[in-house]
């Protein structure tokens, strides 16, 4: 299976760079034939690590993740700048190397290692302290090195915590918090005049929520009951009173029933001084808080090109020729292909060299235009039977190490490809990311191979120890 | 054990949540490739360049297959902004004749895009049009300076006579609606504005072809694509064959120097238009090309009105020759035979009032009414049908029976010719009385002028040469146009179809003879010739602003007429002063192929009478002509004042 992605990685590769005067898929001088040496050696790396011992990959863990942290801030002070990345190391003869790809790997062993560890339990302050240093350590670095997307590939490993026992809480809040960042800023328009679209959202968002919560998770569903009818009537007082034409507000008054809602839950927390609300009053209170402070993160913290990837991939801004030429031109070969695409080596917009970057973080688009809606579809498959197999195969593990290990995989692998195919189809903002096997570059894919070739080392040694 | 196992659920949480990722994707990629069709028309505009290949436009020949009109190559500079480099701008501009400040007002001009809708720094944009040979020839030597610019290839109409200007009509630039209209054209492209060029449009035009480039990311032409397979071929346009006699056409044209007015020469078996004058006239070629904008602001100003179509779109009161088209239809009613005698004592008398006549015998039957266009005969006539109660209860029944005989004979609506611009002239109903005078206020008499073409009445040249063409085919006509055949196709079933003016044939004999004797003996002598037999009605349309327009209506021979013509001079009085010879030698002409040397005399005559006009003298009108275009002026004549 890893076989037949790679060589079809190498084969789009081709498709891409394919010139009208180009001579040969094997060409050392193009894309294609490096890639294939790359290849060559990255199954030569499989080789190896399958001859290894498994227990190196525990008992180096920790040292080659510290190896790989000293790389990586090395690499800040020594790269040389590839647009405006500073993540590459230059090796000579034109072969660059982000250290940033092993990073993957060195922090999933680490990982494991930790969690794998005797009695460990993901439910104490200071071990959750520790899974956020080791997380965290390669992540700041790497932010550093002006590699963001490389960076937040890192926070897939959320994945495999929630899997390992990490509270849902933790997720819920994680996606919660995107959600009102996403709606806040994506709405930007008026309504009637003076109500705030985004605002209004963010706010009946969060007195939804704290609805669900207490019909979900506590036994409150009284008090849930009555606070949605009050906010219910709250608004349809206000409709009534705009009728007689009074101008009104909503977002403010979608402000005064998340307050009251709040007040009447802390109301209530003191009388009965029942902890049962606790969690809920925090989670609104944080999320007003947030929702308050978006505007000032947005337009103070996140860097102007940030702000505006963004603002393209939630529709807010429609620059063709700017920001979004890459995402619009991506949309276009892929949509240009069609049910059967056009043909191998007959795009025109991939060989005419519309779409940028479209041998490494672009490539889907060739995929797409040549291949078509199947050939899409087949690539999309493929990599969704290789999650759940990965899956499949972290599950029968006996140790906890190679079992977290196998998560981190899966977490890693699928984060790229949410991202990844996201970005290219315009549903995600636009994070330099590679897709994982396909595009061109030997870090990336060694990077994964060793990432993949190890926890296969590992899934052998369980048939070792039987 | 049991707390690691406490998450193994989990496990089908990520599993599902990255099914339900892929599903997304599926979805997502099944809308971009399958439904949405919109990213592959993005794909084609962005990966093909469309080199248009223009076709060349459709041929115009006359009824013998004389070339009249002909497309000659031009020379469009185009500039495609993004690619324009710093270069040489004086050197530029010397090349092709024009100041730096122009050029910079140009490319403002180019760049704005409301005047210049299209307007994208990434496609070609016209720079300026219509080079000389010399320019672009210099300026071809020159080009690989001036990076951005290129030339391109068009065509522009050539006039073999300088003739005929309102009929062949005149080729500009496409305006914003008419791009918006029309997929088909696109910035820069030429559209008929006028005339055939403009009613024949899509026929001469043919469809243009594209070659189909292949172009990276960077403009760059990367080649052909699929060696050309998928090019479209451009198809010619079609060539026209007119129904226009070119000589016969010159020789109006000529014979109309000086004057204002019209004439039209339609073959009555068939419709067809042998010659259609308005007058006066320009050349052509003088709106073509790069000096339209400047002809045409210089002709819209003239108080001549060259650009005015009279044939098509001058209205004006009938005159005498209605009275044809009383008598048809007084008989078809029964109102009078051609035994019924009226008296005319030098008019009608109504009232207290009376229309005058002129001295003739009295009293007179319908034929001699005709040959001596006696208004009191038609003046009775109209009174006995309108106040006849037994055969229609009412004077707006009466009225509007006389109104649907008009109409059938070809007045108060547009014909239908093949040229654009025709108006429908007026035929009152009752209704437009009644608006007047009120349900009861008007008699027989209040309107008694329009039994003789005056008052409300109102016709066009082409209607009144119609006319002739039904008389002279006694009961019917083709509707007149000016396009024999279409090449590839085929012409409207319409100008085949014969229309029917309801009148029995033998009715028609009467006026025949009238209008025969009209030209032996009565008041249209001006038009005898001898050896042809001319069949003619003078008319004279009052005109409240000056001297009253000289009309003549004719078709002959009598026995198998050939052609049906309608001659209008501006404040010329009388109609046979001017208009009748006039007639006469177009028919000569056409029907003899030459004028006799004897009557030579009375065409250089014609052609050096300069027919005063209301106010302006008679050499400011020549000068005002002449600047339209210098070098050939189809209207000036010999310059000779009489």
Redesign the interface.
């Known amino acids: 299976m890893f076989l037949i992605l790679v060589l079809a990685g190498w084969i789009s590769i081709y498709a891409s760079t394919y010139d009208f005067d180009q001579a040969s898929i094997f060409n050392y001088e193009e894309r294609s034939g490096k890639q294939l040496l790359w290849i060559g050696l990255s199954i030569a790396i499989a080789f190896i690590i399958l001859m290894l011992d498994s227990n190196i990959f525990d008992r180096f863990a920790y040292p080659l993740y510290g190896l790989i942290i000293l790389l990586l801030i090395a690499t800040i002070f020594l790269a040389t700048d590839v647009k405006g990345s500073g993540s590459w190391l230059k090796l000579g003869g034109g072969i660059n190397v982000q250290p940033a790809e092993f990073g993957k790997f060195a922090t999933a062993l680490a990982l494991s290692k930790l969690i794998g560890g005797y009695q460990f339990q993901l439910n104490q302050l200071n071990n959750y302290l520790r899974v956020a240093l080791i997380i965290g350590l390669p992540f700041i670095i790497i932010v550093l090195q002006r590699e963001t997307g490389s960076a937040l590939v890192y926070a897939a490993f959320t994945i495999m915590l929630y899997r390992e026992g990490m509270s849902g809480l933790i997720l819920f809040v994680g996606l919660y918090i995107a959600t009102l960042f996403i709606t806040s800023l994506k709405y930007g328009d008026t309504l009637n005049g003076i109500t705030q679209v985004g605002d209004l959202l963010v706010y009946l968002i969060i007195v939804v929520v704290m609805i669900l919560y207490l019909f979900t998770q506590t036994r409150k569903q009284v008090e849930g009951q009555r606070i949605a009818v009050s906010v219910l009537s709250l608004f349809i007082f206000c409709y009534l009173l705009s009728l007689l034409g009074i101008q009104i507000n909503y977002a403010y008054v979608g402000l005064i029933a998340a307050l009251s809602s709040l007040a009447y839950l802390i109301f209530l927390t003191l009388r009965e001084s029942s902890k049962d609300f606790l969690a809920v009053i925090i989670i609104t209170i944080g999320a007003l808080l947030f929702s308050l402070s978006v505007d000032y993160v947005f337009s103070s913290i996140l860097e102007p090109h940030q702000q505006t990837r963004i603002k393209v991939s939630l529709g807010m801004q429609d620059d063709p020729r700017g920001v979004g030429y890459n995402v619009n031109q991506s949309k276009i070969a892929i949509g240009s292909g069609g049910l059967t695409g056009k043909g191998f080596l007959n795009g025109t917009q991939t060989k005419l060299k519309y779409v940028p970057e479209q041998d490494t973080d672009f490539i889907f688009c060739t995929i797409g235009e040549e291949e078509g809606f199947l050939g899409s579809l087949f690539i999309v498959g493929m990599f969704l039977a290789f999650i759940l197999r990965l899956i499949y195969l972290a599950e029968r593990q006996r140790t906890v190490f190679s079992r977290v290990y196998g998560y981190c995989v899966v977490s890693i692998i699928l984060f790229h490809l949410i991202i990844n195919i996201g970005m290219v189809t315009g549903l995600t903002p636009v994070i330099g990311i590679p897709l994982p096997f396909f595009s061109y570059g030997g870090s990336s894919l060694w990077g994964f191979t060793i990432l993949l070739f190890i926890f296969l080392r590992l899934d052998l040694a369980r048939l070792e120890r039987l | 054990m049991n707390?690691?196992h406490?998450?193994?659920s989990?496990?089908y949480?990520?599993?599902g949540a990255?099914?339900v990722?892929?599903l997304?994707?599926?979805a997502?990629?099944?809308f971009?490739?399958?439904i949405?069709s919109?990213?592959?028309s993005?794909?084609?505009n962005?990966?093909?360049l469309k080199k248009t290949i223009f076709p060349s436009r459709g041929l115009l020949y006359d009824r013998n297959g004389k070339l009249l009109v002909y497309n000659q190559p031009t020379y469009d500079i185009m500039v495609i902004l993004r690619e324009v480099q710093t270069f040489d701008t004086l050197d530029f501009c010397r090349t092709i004749h024009i100041s730096k400040k122009r050029f910079i007002e140009r490319i403002e001009e180019i760049k704005n895009r409301k005047k210049n809708p299209g307007y994208s720094s990434y496609t070609p944009q016209v720079f300026l049009n219509q080079l000389s040979m010399q320019e672009y020839g210099a300026l071809q030597e020159k080009l690989y300076r001036f990076p951005g610019f290129f030339i391109q290839n068009r065509t522009l109409r050539e006039y073999i006579y300088p003739m005929a200007a309102h009929l062949f009509g005149s080729m500009a630039e496409v305006n914003r609606k008419e791009l918006e209209n029309d997929e088909y054209y696109s910035q820069g492209d030429y559209i008929g504005r006028s005339g055939v060029e403009k009613f024949y449009e899509e026929q001469l035009r043919g469809s243009k072809g594209y070659e189909i480039m292949?172009?990276?990311?960077f403009g760059r032409i990367?080649?052909k694509y699929e060696n050309g397979n998928f090019d479209v071929h451009p198809v010619a346009g079609s060539n026209l064959k007119l129904t226009i006699d070119a000589e016969l056409q010159q020789y109006g044209e000529m014979l109309m120097t000086g004057k204002l007015g019209s004439i039209v020469a339609i073959e009555p078996s068939t419709g067809e238009i042998l010659a259609i004058v308005s007058a006066p006239s320009y050349n052509p070629s003088a709106l073509n090309g790069r000096q339209r904008g400047k002809n045409y602001g210089l002709l819209e100003k003239n108080p001549d009105k060259p650009l005015f179509d009279r044939p098509l779109m001058a209205a004006y009161p009938p005159g005498s020759t209605f009275k044809t088209a009383q008598a048809l239809l007084m008989q078809q009613e029964g109102i009078i035979s051609d035994q019924t005698y009226f008296p005319c004592a030098m008019g009608f008398p109504y009232g207290s009032h009376k229309l005058g006549c002129h001295a003739h015998p009295s009293p007179l039957d319908l034929v001699h009414s005709i040959e001596n266009s006696c208004n009191a005969y038609y003046c009775y006539a109209l009174r006995n049908m309108l106040e006849n109660r037994k055969k229609y209860p009412n004077i707006q029944t009466a009225f509007d029976t006389w109104k649907d005989y008009m109409v059938k004979m070809g007045f108060g609506y547009k014909l239908g010719v093949d040229l654009p611009g025709e108006k429908r002239g007026l035929i009152p109903n009752s209704k437009f009385y009644n608006k007047i005078y009120g349900q009861k206020g008007w008699r027989a008499v209040t309107i008694i002028s329009i039994a003789i073409g005056q008052g409300e009445v109102l016709a066009t040249p082409i209607q009144i040469c119609n006319l002739a063409a039904t008389i002279a085919n006694k009961g019917y006509y083709i509707t007149p146009h000016v396009v024999k055949q279409i090449e590839r196709r085929k012409l409207d079933i319409k100008y085949k179809t014969k229309n029917f003016t309801g009148i029995k044939t033998t009715y028609y004999d009467a006026i025949q003879q009238g209008m025969y004797l009209a030209v032996k003996s009565g008041t249209a002598t001006a038009a005898n010739i001898p050896n042809i037999d001319i069949c003619g009605k003078t008319g004279t349309a009052q005109n409240p602003h000056g001297e009253d327009h000289s009309i003549f209506m004719a078709f002959a021979p009598y026995k198998n007429p050939k052609i049906a013509i309608a001659v209008y001079v501006e404040n010329a009085g009388f109609g046979a002063r001017f208009a009748a010879p006039i007639a006469s030698l177009m028919i000569e002409k056409y029907l003899n192929k030459e004028v006799a040397p004897e009557r030579k005399y009375k065409e250089i005559q014609l052609q050096n009478t300069v027919i005063k006009l209301s106010g302006i003298k008679n050499n400011q009108f020549m000068e005002r002509i002449r600047l339209v275009d210098s070098s050939h002026v189809s209207n000036s004549g010999s310059g000779r004042v009489d």
């Not at chain 2, 292949?214 to 990311?217: E, Q, S, V």
Request: no cysteine; charged share 30%.
């Open positions: 707390i690691k406490q998450f193994d989990r496990r949480y990520i599993a990255s099914i990722f892929a997304i994707f599926i997502r990629l099944f971009l490739q399958v949405d919109d990213y592959k993005f794909a084609d962005n990966a093909f292949l172009r990276d990311a990367k080649g």
